[in-house]
């Protein structure tokens, strides 16, 4: 009877561990860099930036670099226990002279980001644990963002769950993490993912064998009887930095 009772205590306490919803609220922040000023952001990310946000109560989840990039960006994303905490964190991380001095010194020969831009996200159904991980080898990285037909969010994580995630599985496209957009300007959000492979080759390789399964094909129709799901998407190609949690 112990012994049953402590059975069933460790299978209920895996299944709670296991369905545990990822509630935190997370935030892709992309940072155009003035030219020439690359190296030095990522300097200061690696050196100072990373460790005042988690003093600040800011998870950072990964770092990443475009693997053509023409416009010096930087890709990161952070998480936070809410969207008020995102709000505080901010406030006081912008306000600690510790920081001050670093952008000082860090910006004495010039400006280094000429441009931000942030999207808020919350995790999708759809994603695996979203936490630090590596293979022991950088892989290749794709950051994917849908902007859904108008009305057909639903569906399209329903095609996700019953035919997407399936085929990624078949051509060996990792999921790192699925992400629904905040934005109270638009009446349904977008979905942004993010996919890993051991090179980009073989990750551009794998979706042009995806796209091209006979049975994706039957299923992507089936699915678009009543029309398209998705308006128009992004897909940018990332490769990690040293610092970054996952890589």
């Not at 475009?66 to 936070?80: F, G, R, V």
């Not at 890993?196 to 678009?224: I, L």
């Amino acid at each position: 009877m112990k012994f049953l009772l402590a059975a069933l205590f460790v299978t209920t306490s895996l299944t709670s561990f296991t369905n545990k919803v990822d509630t935190r609220f997370y935030e892709l922040r992309i940072y155009y860099c003035h030219p020439g000023k690359l190296n030095t952001l990522i300097e200061r990310f690696k050196n100072h930036t990373t460790a005042f946000f988690e003093k600040h109560g800011m998870e950072n989840v990964g770092y990443w670099l475009p693997t053509s990039n023409e416009q010096n960006a930087l890709y990161y994303i952070l998480s936070y226990p809410d969207k008020t905490a995102r709000k505080n964190s901010w406030a006081a991380f912008s306000k600690d002279p510790g920081w001050q001095e670093v952008v000082r010194k860090s910006e004495e020969n010039g400006k280094i980001v000429a441009k931000v831009t942030s999207v808020f996200m919350t995790a999708s159904e759809l994603s695996p644990a979203i936490k630090p991980s590596s293979t022991g080898a950088d892989r290749s990285f794709e950051l994917r963002t849908y902007h859904p037909a108008p009305g057909k969010f639903p569906e399209l994580i329903t095609r996700f769950k019953k035919h997407t995630l399936k085929f990624f599985k078949k051509y060996k496209m990792q999921n790192i993490g699925y992400w629904a957009t905040v934005d109270s300007l638009k009446s349904q959000p977008d979905l942004v993912y993010m996919l890993a492979y051991p090179t980009e080759a073989e990750g551009r390789k794998a979706w042009a064998e995806f796209v091209k399964d006979p049975k994706w094909v039957k299923a992507k129709a089936d699915s678009e009887k009543n029309g398209k799901l998705v308006d128009s998407g992004q897909s940018v190609y990332l490769k990690p930095l040293e610092f970054s949690a996952i890589k």
